[in-house]
């Protein structure tokens, strides 16, 4: 005996030093998910192997769940030590009696032994062996809790679903904390037989298998008799569900960059992304089969993307679905007018109220001509905005210079498409050119932002980019074209000043665009075929403006307006100064503005750093000297867009600054004629 006795523990130790070591975290490696802002699920990825496996722990479901499974499965569990030996003896006893496994005695930490360490032979004594082998070491190794976690995590469910996230996902729709007591004791039975009692095969049986769930609840005191009753009437469709697949484009792009991540965190908004995607998906039905959206909602503070929607349909080939058209280069059509007044109103050649000629005009071998086809004749810079007018837009940056405004563009960080074989015309104030849906929404949040351009930031696990100083505007014009804008008329289904929008109609009728902001969000909305097509009928005004509007108001949007920066000039076109009142009235109409060549700022040159002694004391710097050449008396000179002093006639002046820093410096004569310098003062 005393040799058996010592045997037996030379035997026990070889036994388990022949197994394996025990890789719990191998198991866990399932699929890849991605998140929103606030960890909500936006898309998951299946694994290598085709599963449906999501991370999840006892916090992620309902207590009430966990009750009724360690009532079914395991109500030793807190006391036990990974066996259930008493349980184990009971089912002994029963095979013995029957000559069949009438209960298998397993606990959960031996059915998570189990799936950690399958065995080859599933109801043999040897592998029950292993499973008590196993359990023995996971309890030593892991709490309840992580124990809990592994069978949450790993149980199977019925085809490719394994644990209790996937499969509350599948079969209902929902995380596992929301289900009703119906659906938590479905989920409790399904790992007992997950081929057997799968609702979409066998109905009945999976009613069968969960009733008994809810009797043994009952008789557990986890319920009462009326609740018991109630969840056994519950119905059950039977039909799996297909997992959410959320701002698709973005998400499958996360992916595919970087496979092994198991977790992407985007500043997506869910709820946001989900009703936006609804939103274009109803809108694109009543255009035509080949249609299609995109969408981009940005928060203009952080410059993080709140929403983004690539297409009506990721996975419908009619529409391309799989392109995500925010990327894709498109004519904007007037939406970059903005930016035109911008940067006239930044120059100091124009102001919200200057007036601007809306007749028949020819540059060159170009005549422009406005959307109906009619003129207006004199109007303001505000209502030619605000009515989206083609010949004053065309007017300004022939001003203002076409190579100019690009360099603009291009410098605020927008990849712009234009040909090769010729220069940048006039034709690009009304579209001529390619650029994206995302560039354009930056664009305008730059405008929100006074000027300052965000980089766009979609991913909350990623280091953010480098910040970088991008200006489409200076405040003080960034703000004119706010107030401009927030004026536009709105469409039907909206009330006016709630936003500052603009749309854009291209050539064709082949894209059309609206994109709006307040000072808290800006959104930019796109319409048109992914092959370019043409799209009868296809006008902002009437097809994206409301769209636009839909969104803002589904967003929750503040409508607070910009806030006016110091300086702005408020007045009617009679109080402004004279040069202001009227563009280049009785200036010829020349391509690329040369006659405004005539007029130089001598000093300060440009890009010059002058030494004011602003470091020091400020209040005993030296003035600047502003010296002009050319031009014709009188002259305004203009600061940060601000007028210094009247009209002289002189060609010199002085400015004091009131700190360091960059500074516009801008003089106009009284031909309308402009000239301007970016100094550094210090």
Not at 172 to 178: A, L, T, V, Y
Not at 451 to 478: K, T, W
């Amino acid at each position: 005996m005393s040799v058996l006795g010592l045997g037996v523990p030379a035997v026990w130790e070889n036994y388990l030093s022949s197994l394996p070591p025990l890789d719990t975290q191998a198991a866990l490696k399932g699929s890849a998910v991605a998140v929103d802002r606030n960890g909500k699920l936006l898309r998951a990825f299946t694994t290598a192997d085709g599963r449906w496996r999501l991370p999840v722990s006892t916090t992620d479901v309902d207590p009430r769940y966990l009750a009724m499974l360690l009532a079914y499965e395991d109500r030793r569990f807190y006391s036990h030590h990974g066996v259930d030996w008493r349980s184990l003896a009971r089912a002994a006893v029963q095979m013995l009696r029957n000559g069949r496994i009438v209960s298998g005695g397993s606990t959960i930490t031996m059915q998570v032994a189990r799936l950690v360490d399958p065995p080859q032979e599933q109801r043999s004594l040897a592998a029950k062996l292993r499973q008590i082998v196993r359990a023995l070491e996971l309890e030593r190794t892991h709490s309840k809790a992580e124990i809990l976690d592994l069978y949450l995590a790993l149980a199977p469910y019925g085809g490719n679903l394994e644990g209790v996230r996937a499969a509350s996902i599948s079969w209902f729709g929902m995380e596992p904390r929301r289900l009703s007591y119906a659906e938590q004791a479905l989920l409790v039975a399904l790992p007992q037989a997950p081929e057997a009692r799968r609702p979409d095969r066998d109905l009945r049986a999976a009613l069968r298998a969960r009733d008994r769930i809810l009797a043994r609840a009952l008789g557990s005191g986890l319920m009462s008799a009326q609740e018991e009753a109630a969840a056994k009437h519950e119905t059950l469709s039977g039909e799996r569900k297909p997992f959410p697949a959320l701002a698709a484009h973005a998400t499958q792009a996360a992916h595919l960059a970087d496979p092994e991540r198991r977790s992407l965190q985007f500043t997506i908004d869910q709820r946001l992304q989900q009703t936006l995607e609804q939103l274009v998906k109803e809108s694109v039905e009543r255009l035509g089969s080949k249609v299609t959206a995109a969408m981009l909602v940005i928060d203009n503070a952080t410059g993080e993307v709140l929403a983004h929607v690539g297409s009506a349909d990721h996975l419908g080939t009619e529409r391309a679905g799989a392109i995500d058209m925010t990327l894709a280069l498109r004519s904007p059509g007037s939406a970059l007018k903005p930016f035109i007044y911008a940067l006239a109103f930044e120059s100091g050649i124009a102001h919200p109220e200057t007036l601007l000629d809306d007749r028949p005009s020819r540059y060159g071998q170009y005549a422009p001509e406005n959307f109906d086809l009619t003129f207006q004749g004199q109007v303001t810079a505000r209502r030619a905005l605000q009515n989206s007018l083609n010949v004053p837009a065309v007017e300004l940056l022939n001003e203002v210079g076409p190579a100019r405004f690009l360099a603009r563009l291009r410098n605020a960080g927008a990849t712009i498409a234009m040909s090769d074989e010729a220069p940048a015309g006039l034709a690009i104030a009304l579209g001529g050119l390619g650029i994206s849906l995302r560039d354009i929404a930056r664009l305008y949040a730059g405008l929100a932002r006074k000027g300052d351009v965000p980089d766009l930031v979609e991913r909350r696990d990623l280091p953010p980019p480098p910040r970088r100083q991008q200006q489409i505007s200076e405040p003080v014009a960034a703000w004119y074209v706010d107030d401009v804008l927030r004026g536009a008329p709105p469409p039907m289904n909206a009330l006016a000043g709630g936003i500052a929008f603009k749309t854009g109609t291209s050539y064709g009728y082949r894209d059309a665009l609206a994109i709006g902001f307040d000072r808290k969000i800006t959104i930019a909305v796109w319409f048109g075929r992914a092959d370019n097509g043409a799209v009868p009928g296809l006008v902002a005004r009437q097809v994206a403006a409301p769209v636009l509007f839909d969104a803002f108001a589904r967003a929750g949007a503040s409508y607070e307006p910009i806030v006016p920066p110091a300086n702005v000039i408020v007045s009617t076109t009679a109080g402004l100064p004279p040069p202001l009142r009227h563009l280049r009235k009785d200036a010829p109409k020349t391509v690329a503005a040369a006659s405004t060549a005539q007029l130089k700022i001598a000093y300060p040159p440009d890009g010059a750093r002058v030494d004011l002694g602003l470091k020091g004391q400020p209040q005993a710097a030296s003035a600047l000297a502003l010296k002009a050449q050319g031009g014709v008396a009188p002259f305004i000179w203009m600061v940060n867009g601000v007028p210094v002093g009247t009209p002289d006639l002189r060609r010199h002046t002085q400015w004091r600054p009131d700190g360091s820093g960059f500074a516009r410096v801008s003089v106009i004569d009284a031909k309308g004629a402009s000239d301007s310098v970016v100094v550094r003062l210090e």
